[in-house]
DNA sequence: CAGAGGTTGTTGATATGTCATCTAACATAG
DNA sequence: CTATGTTAGATGACATATCAACAACCTCTG
Protein backbone atom coordinates (compact mmCIF):
# COMPACT_ATOMS: atom_id res chain seq x y z
CA UNK A 1 0.00 0.00 0.00
CA UNK A 2 2.93 2.24 -0.18
CA UNK A 3 3.19 2.86 -4.07
CA UNK A 4 -0.59 4.45 -4.65
CA UNK A 5 -1.45 4.98 -8.06
CA UNK A 6 -2.32 8.65 -7.71
CA UNK A 7 -5.25 10.23 -9.56
CA UNK A 8 -3.77 12.04 -12.40
CA UNK A 9 -5.51 15.50 -13.83
CA UNK A 10 -8.31 14.35 -15.76
CA UNK A 11 -8.84 11.56 -13.01
CA UNK A 12 -9.03 13.79 -9.79
CA UNK A 13 -10.82 16.71 -11.71
CA UNK A 14 -13.77 14.48 -12.67
CA UNK A 15 -13.81 12.77 -8.93
CA UNK A 16 -13.78 15.99 -7.12
CA UNK A 17 -15.92 17.96 -9.35
CA UNK A 18 -18.16 15.18 -8.64
CA UNK A 19 -17.85 15.39 -5.04
CA UNK A 20 -18.48 18.42 -4.53
CA UNK A 21 -21.39 18.57 -7.16
CA UNK A 22 -23.09 16.09 -5.20
CA UNK A 23 -22.49 17.91 -1.67
CA UNK A 24 -24.02 21.27 -2.99
CA UNK A 25 -26.58 19.49 -4.84
CA UNK A 26 -27.64 17.17 -1.91
CA UNK A 27 -27.68 20.39 0.43
CA UNK A 28 -29.90 21.89 -1.94
CA UNK A 29 -32.54 19.43 -2.57
CA UNK A 30 -32.65 18.09 0.93
CA UNK A 31 -33.61 22.15 2.27
CA UNK A 32 -35.89 21.84 -1.00
CA UNK A 33 -37.47 19.07 0.21
CA UNK A 34 -37.58 19.68 4.00
CA UNK A 35 -39.36 23.08 3.30
CA UNK A 36 -41.73 21.71 0.56
CA UNK A 37 -43.19 18.56 2.10
CA UNK A 38 -42.70 16.62 5.13
CA UNK A 39 -40.34 14.38 3.32
CA UNK A 40 -36.19 14.25 4.06
CA UNK A 41 -34.55 13.16 1.50
CA UNK A 42 -33.40 9.96 3.13
CA UNK A 43 -36.86 9.18 3.29
CA UNK A 44 -37.67 10.35 -0.23
CA UNK A 45 -35.08 7.57 -0.99
CA UNK A 46 -36.28 4.85 0.75
CA UNK A 47 -40.33 5.27 -0.91
CA UNK A 48 -38.41 5.66 -4.39
CA UNK A 49 -36.68 2.50 -3.93
CA UNK A 50 -40.13 0.97 -3.11
CA UNK A 51 -42.00 2.54 -5.88
CA UNK A 52 -39.83 1.25 -7.83
CA UNK A 53 -41.36 -2.44 -7.47
CA UNK A 54 -44.93 -3.37 -8.81
CA UNK A 55 -45.94 -4.25 -5.48
CA UNK A 56 -44.28 -1.76 -3.38
CA UNK A 57 -42.50 -4.12 -1.37
CA UNK A 58 -39.05 -4.91 -0.47
CA UNK A 59 -36.96 -7.20 2.26
CA UNK A 60 -34.65 -4.31 4.62
CA UNK A 61 -31.54 -6.06 3.47
CA UNK A 62 -32.44 -5.83 -0.35
CA UNK A 63 -32.96 -1.86 0.55
CA UNK A 64 -30.10 -1.60 2.67
CA UNK A 65 -28.16 -2.97 -0.82
CA UNK A 66 -29.84 -0.97 -2.99
CA UNK A 67 -29.01 2.57 -0.90
CA UNK A 68 -25.95 1.91 0.47
CA UNK A 69 -27.07 1.67 4.33
CA UNK A 70 -25.73 -0.10 7.24
CA UNK A 71 -28.72 -2.34 8.11
CA UNK A 72 -28.93 -0.41 11.84
CA UNK A 73 -29.37 2.87 9.78
CA UNK A 74 -32.05 1.26 7.65
CA UNK A 75 -33.13 -0.66 10.69
CA UNK A 76 -33.83 2.82 12.89
CA UNK A 77 -35.48 4.86 10.05
CA UNK A 78 -37.60 2.36 8.70
CA UNK A 79 -38.80 2.49 12.67
CA UNK A 80 -39.03 6.15 11.81
CA UNK A 81 -41.02 5.82 8.72
CA UNK A 82 -43.52 3.21 9.96
CA UNK A 83 -44.20 5.54 13.31
CA UNK A 84 -45.31 8.21 10.45
CA UNK A 85 -47.51 5.76 9.06
CA UNK A 86 -45.26 6.11 5.32
CA UNK A 87 -44.37 2.35 5.35
CA UNK A 88 -45.29 -1.11 7.09
CA UNK A 89 -43.39 -3.92 8.18
CA UNK A 90 -44.64 -7.28 7.06
CA UNK A 91 -43.57 -10.60 8.24
CA UNK A 92 -41.57 -13.35 5.65
CA UNK A 93 -42.99 -16.74 5.63
CA UNK A 94 -39.60 -18.40 3.47
CA UNK A 95 -37.45 -16.45 5.93
CA UNK A 96 -38.54 -16.08 9.64
CA UNK A 97 -36.19 -14.01 11.20
CA UNK A 98 -36.69 -11.59 7.99
CA UNK A 99 -39.27 -8.83 6.93
CA UNK A 100 -40.60 -6.50 4.17
CA UNK A 101 -41.03 -2.96 4.01
CA UNK A 102 -44.15 -1.73 2.24
CA UNK A 103 -45.25 1.92 0.83
CA UNK A 104 -48.73 2.55 2.62
CA UNK A 105 -50.94 4.37 1.13
CA UNK A 106 -50.14 7.39 2.66
CA UNK A 107 -46.27 7.16 2.22
CA UNK A 108 -47.66 7.26 -1.50
CA UNK A 109 -49.52 10.19 -1.09
CA UNK A 110 -46.71 11.91 0.32
CA UNK A 111 -44.10 11.12 -2.20
CA UNK A 112 -46.46 12.27 -5.10
CA UNK A 113 -47.17 15.49 -3.46
CA UNK A 114 -43.42 16.46 -2.89
CA UNK A 115 -42.45 14.86 -6.39
CA UNK A 116 -43.72 17.89 -8.15
CA UNK A 117 -41.53 20.36 -6.39
CA UNK A 118 -38.31 18.01 -6.19
CA UNK A 119 -38.29 17.37 -10.03
CA UNK A 120 -38.80 20.87 -10.58
CA UNK A 121 -35.49 21.44 -8.28
CA UNK A 122 -33.84 18.67 -9.98
CA UNK A 123 -34.24 20.19 -13.27
CA UNK A 124 -33.64 23.62 -12.21
CA UNK A 125 -30.09 23.14 -10.88
CA UNK A 126 -29.21 19.75 -13.52
CA UNK A 127 -31.35 18.35 -15.54
CA UNK A 128 -31.33 21.53 -17.63
CA UNK A 129 -28.35 22.75 -17.55
CA UNK A 130 -26.61 19.82 -19.50
CA UNK A 131 -27.68 18.27 -22.85
CA UNK A 132 -29.45 15.23 -23.95
CA UNK A 133 -25.63 13.76 -24.86
CA UNK A 134 -23.97 14.55 -21.42
CA UNK A 135 -26.95 13.06 -19.75
CA UNK A 136 -27.16 10.28 -21.46
CA UNK A 137 -23.07 10.14 -20.88
CA UNK A 138 -23.68 10.52 -17.13
CA UNK A 139 -26.23 7.36 -17.06
CA UNK A 140 -24.14 5.30 -18.76
CA UNK A 141 -21.26 5.95 -16.39
CA UNK A 142 -23.13 5.66 -13.25
CA UNK A 143 -24.51 2.97 -14.71
CA UNK A 144 -21.06 1.23 -14.86
CA UNK A 145 -20.37 2.59 -11.63
CA UNK A 146 -23.04 0.63 -9.86
CA UNK A 147 -22.67 -2.54 -11.99
CA UNK A 148 -18.56 -2.73 -10.86
CA UNK A 149 -20.95 -1.87 -6.94
CA UNK A 150 -22.65 -4.82 -7.09
CA UNK A 151 -20.00 -7.49 -8.06
CA UNK A 152 -18.45 -9.53 -5.16
CA UNK A 153 -15.49 -8.36 -3.06
CA UNK B 1 -46.53 24.43 -10.08
CA UNK B 2 -49.37 21.95 -11.70
CA UNK B 3 -48.02 21.65 -14.09
CA UNK B 4 -44.84 19.73 -13.64
CA UNK B 5 -42.22 19.33 -16.28
CA UNK B 6 -41.60 15.59 -15.13
CA UNK B 7 -37.90 13.34 -16.55
CA UNK B 8 -38.56 11.86 -19.60
CA UNK B 9 -36.86 8.43 -19.66
CA UNK B 10 -33.27 10.06 -20.63
CA UNK B 11 -33.49 12.37 -18.05
CA UNK B 12 -34.44 9.98 -15.67
CA UNK B 13 -31.86 7.47 -16.03
CA UNK B 14 -29.23 9.66 -15.66
CA UNK B 15 -30.59 11.20 -12.25
CA UNK B 16 -31.41 8.56 -10.47
CA UNK B 17 -28.36 6.53 -11.12
CA UNK B 18 -26.03 9.01 -10.68
CA UNK B 19 -27.83 9.33 -6.94
CA UNK B 20 -28.01 5.47 -6.36
CA UNK B 21 -24.53 5.40 -7.40
CA UNK B 22 -23.21 8.44 -5.16
CA UNK B 23 -25.06 6.94 -1.94
CA UNK B 24 -23.43 3.73 -2.85
CA UNK B 25 -20.19 5.67 -3.17
CA UNK B 26 -20.57 6.81 -0.38
CA UNK B 27 -21.65 4.22 1.85
CA UNK B 28 -18.39 2.38 0.66
CA UNK B 29 -15.73 5.40 1.00
CA UNK B 30 -16.89 6.71 4.63
CA UNK B 31 -16.62 2.83 5.68
CA UNK B 32 -13.46 2.40 4.66
CA UNK B 33 -11.93 5.83 5.42
CA UNK B 34 -13.55 5.11 9.28
CA UNK B 35 -11.77 1.77 8.97
CA UNK B 36 -8.39 2.60 7.94
CA UNK B 37 -7.96 5.57 9.72
CA UNK B 38 -9.08 8.42 12.25
CA UNK B 39 -11.32 10.73 9.53
CA UNK B 40 -15.15 10.57 8.60
CA UNK B 41 -15.69 11.54 5.30
CA UNK B 42 -17.04 15.00 6.14
CA UNK B 43 -13.35 15.59 8.14
CA UNK B 44 -11.70 14.40 4.83
CA UNK B 45 -13.80 16.93 3.12
CA UNK B 46 -13.13 20.20 5.06
CA UNK B 47 -9.47 18.94 5.02
CA UNK B 48 -9.52 18.66 1.18
CA UNK B 49 -10.92 21.68 0.85
CA UNK B 50 -8.55 23.58 3.54
CA UNK B 51 -5.72 21.98 1.71
CA UNK B 52 -6.71 23.32 -1.86
CA UNK B 53 -5.99 27.12 -0.54
CA UNK B 54 -1.90 27.70 -0.14
CA UNK B 55 -2.37 28.81 3.26
CA UNK B 56 -4.32 26.22 4.43
CA UNK B 57 -7.09 28.63 5.84
CA UNK B 58 -10.52 29.70 4.46
CA UNK B 59 -13.55 31.87 6.01
CA UNK B 60 -15.73 29.62 8.09
CA UNK B 61 -18.87 30.78 5.66
CA UNK B 62 -17.06 30.35 2.33
CA UNK B 63 -16.01 26.74 3.05
CA UNK B 64 -19.77 25.88 3.92
CA UNK B 65 -20.91 27.03 0.81
CA UNK B 66 -18.01 25.04 -0.89
CA UNK B 67 -19.29 22.13 0.89
CA UNK B 68 -22.58 22.86 1.09
CA UNK B 69 -23.26 22.71 4.46
CA UNK B 70 -25.84 24.82 6.95
CA UNK B 71 -23.77 27.49 9.17
CA UNK B 72 -24.15 25.58 12.14
CA UNK B 73 -23.66 21.95 11.13
CA UNK B 74 -20.03 23.84 9.77
CA UNK B 75 -20.19 25.17 13.36
CA UNK B 76 -20.53 21.90 15.20
CA UNK B 77 -18.13 20.07 13.04
CA UNK B 78 -15.23 22.61 12.90
CA UNK B 79 -15.59 22.78 16.86
CA UNK B 80 -15.01 18.86 16.90
CA UNK B 81 -12.33 18.94 14.71
CA UNK B 82 -10.79 21.62 16.80
CA UNK B 83 -10.90 19.98 19.59
CA UNK B 84 -9.21 16.93 18.13
CA UNK B 85 -6.40 19.35 17.09
CA UNK B 86 -7.03 18.95 12.86
CA UNK B 87 -8.17 22.52 12.98
CA UNK B 88 -7.82 25.85 14.54
CA UNK B 89 -9.86 28.92 14.40
CA UNK B 90 -8.37 32.20 14.23
CA UNK B 91 -10.17 35.59 14.25
CA UNK B 92 -10.67 37.73 11.23
CA UNK B 93 -9.24 41.74 11.21
CA UNK B 94 -11.15 42.87 8.44
CA UNK B 95 -14.52 41.50 9.69
CA UNK B 96 -14.49 40.81 13.45
CA UNK B 97 -17.64 39.02 13.36
CA UNK B 98 -15.89 36.34 10.97
CA UNK B 99 -13.40 33.81 11.74
CA UNK B 100 -10.87 31.51 9.68
CA UNK B 101 -10.03 27.82 9.94
CA UNK B 102 -7.03 26.67 9.69
CA UNK B 103 -5.73 23.25 8.87
CA UNK B 104 -2.60 22.58 11.49
CA UNK B 105 0.21 20.17 11.42
CA UNK B 106 -1.54 17.60 12.45
CA UNK B 107 -4.15 17.88 10.08
CA UNK B 108 -1.96 17.67 7.23
CA UNK B 109 -0.27 14.70 8.58
CA UNK B 110 -3.53 12.88 8.90
CA UNK B 111 -5.32 13.59 5.89
CA UNK B 112 -1.85 12.47 4.50
CA UNK B 113 -1.95 9.20 6.15
CA UNK B 114 -5.64 8.93 5.21
CA UNK B 115 -4.85 9.38 1.41
CA UNK B 116 -3.24 6.32 -0.02
CA UNK B 117 -5.96 4.46 1.37
CA UNK B 118 -8.65 6.20 -0.31
CA UNK B 119 -7.50 7.22 -3.49
CA UNK B 120 -6.68 3.27 -3.98
CA UNK B 121 -10.42 2.78 -3.25
CA UNK B 122 -11.80 5.60 -5.37
CA UNK B 123 -9.08 4.47 -7.67
CA UNK B 124 -11.06 0.57 -7.49
CA UNK B 125 -14.86 1.71 -7.06
CA UNK B 126 -14.50 4.52 -9.43
CA UNK B 127 -11.83 5.30 -11.95
CA UNK B 128 -10.57 2.28 -13.28
CA UNK B 129 -13.90 1.29 -14.12
CA UNK B 130 -14.44 4.43 -16.62
CA UNK B 131 -12.40 5.63 -20.19
CA UNK B 132 -10.25 8.97 -19.79
CA UNK B 133 -12.99 10.06 -22.46
CA UNK B 134 -15.74 9.40 -19.69
CA UNK B 135 -13.79 10.83 -16.71
CA UNK B 136 -13.16 13.89 -18.78
CA UNK B 137 -17.32 14.09 -19.49
CA UNK B 138 -18.17 13.95 -15.97
CA UNK B 139 -15.53 16.78 -14.97
CA UNK B 140 -16.51 18.77 -17.64
CA UNK B 141 -19.99 18.01 -16.98
CA UNK B 142 -19.72 18.60 -13.13
CA UNK B 143 -18.37 21.70 -13.69
CA UNK B 144 -20.90 23.25 -15.22
CA UNK B 145 -23.51 22.12 -12.68
CA UNK B 146 -21.71 23.44 -10.10
CA UNK B 147 -20.73 26.77 -12.05
CA UNK B 148 -24.57 26.80 -11.77
CA UNK B 149 -24.94 26.25 -8.38
CA UNK B 150 -22.75 29.16 -7.61
CA UNK B 151 -25.15 31.43 -9.56
CA UNK B 152 -27.06 33.60 -7.37
CA UNK B 153 -30.87 32.38 -7.07
C1' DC C 1 -24.86 59.71 13.12
C1' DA C 2 -29.19 56.66 13.95
C1' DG C 3 -31.54 52.85 12.88
C1' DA C 4 -33.19 49.01 9.79
C1' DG C 5 -31.83 45.03 7.73
C1' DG C 6 -28.56 41.72 6.39
C1' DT C 7 -24.46 38.66 7.51
C1' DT C 8 -21.27 35.79 10.44
C1' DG C 9 -20.92 32.53 13.57
C1' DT C 10 -22.56 30.15 18.09
C1' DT C 11 -25.65 27.65 21.01
C1' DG C 12 -28.87 24.12 22.85
C1' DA C 13 -32.75 21.13 21.95
C1' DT C 14 -34.09 17.65 18.98
C1' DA C 15 -33.66 14.39 15.05
C1' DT C 16 -30.90 11.30 12.70
C1' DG C 17 -26.84 8.14 11.93
C1' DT C 18 -23.19 4.86 13.66
C1' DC C 19 -21.14 1.28 16.31
C1' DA C 20 -21.15 -2.76 19.04
C1' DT C 21 -23.86 -6.19 20.62
C1' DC C 22 -27.67 -9.21 20.75
C1' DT C 23 -31.42 -12.76 19.40
C1' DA C 24 -33.48 -15.66 16.26
C1' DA C 25 -33.27 -18.19 12.39
C1' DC C 26 -30.98 -20.36 8.47
C1' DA C 27 -27.24 -23.36 6.20
C1' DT C 28 -24.16 -26.95 6.15
C1' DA C 29 -20.48 -30.16 7.69
C1' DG C 30 -19.89 -33.97 10.19
C1' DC D 1 -29.35 -34.58 14.65
C1' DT D 2 -26.12 -31.17 16.39
C1' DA D 3 -22.34 -28.07 16.35
C1' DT D 4 -20.45 -24.24 13.88
C1' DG D 5 -20.72 -20.43 11.26
C1' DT D 6 -23.50 -17.00 8.84
C1' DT D 7 -27.34 -13.84 7.97
C1' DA D 8 -31.58 -10.77 9.11
C1' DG D 9 -32.94 -7.55 11.85
C1' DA D 10 -33.45 -4.89 16.46
C1' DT D 11 -31.58 -2.33 20.23
C1' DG D 12 -29.18 1.16 23.16
C1' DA D 13 -25.28 4.17 23.82
C1' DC D 14 -23.00 7.48 21.55
C1' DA D 15 -21.71 10.73 17.51
C1' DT D 16 -23.30 13.80 14.21
C1' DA D 17 -26.79 16.89 11.78
C1' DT D 18 -30.67 20.08 11.79
C1' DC D 19 -33.57 23.74 13.46
C1' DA D 20 -34.72 27.90 15.72
C1' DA D 21 -33.10 31.42 18.31
C1' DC D 22 -29.48 34.50 19.43
C1' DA D 23 -25.40 38.01 19.84
C1' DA D 24 -22.24 40.62 17.48
C1' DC D 25 -21.03 43.09 13.79
C1' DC D 26 -21.36 45.10 9.14
C1' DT D 27 -23.82 48.13 5.48
C1' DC D 28 -26.61 51.21 3.73
C1' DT D 29 -30.06 54.75 3.78
C1' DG D 30 -31.71 58.81 5.31
Redesign the interface.
Known amino acids: ??D????NA??E????????????????LARQLAADSGLSYPDY?VL?ALTDRPDGRMRLFELGD?????KSRLSHHVARMTERGLVTKEKCDSDRRGAFVVITKRGRKEIEAA???H??A??R???D??T?S?????????????A??DEPR
Chains 1, 2 share one sequence.
Open positions: MDVQWLHERAWRSLQFMQMRLEGEFVVLGWEAPGVTVRLFVRLPQLDAIGETAGIVLAL
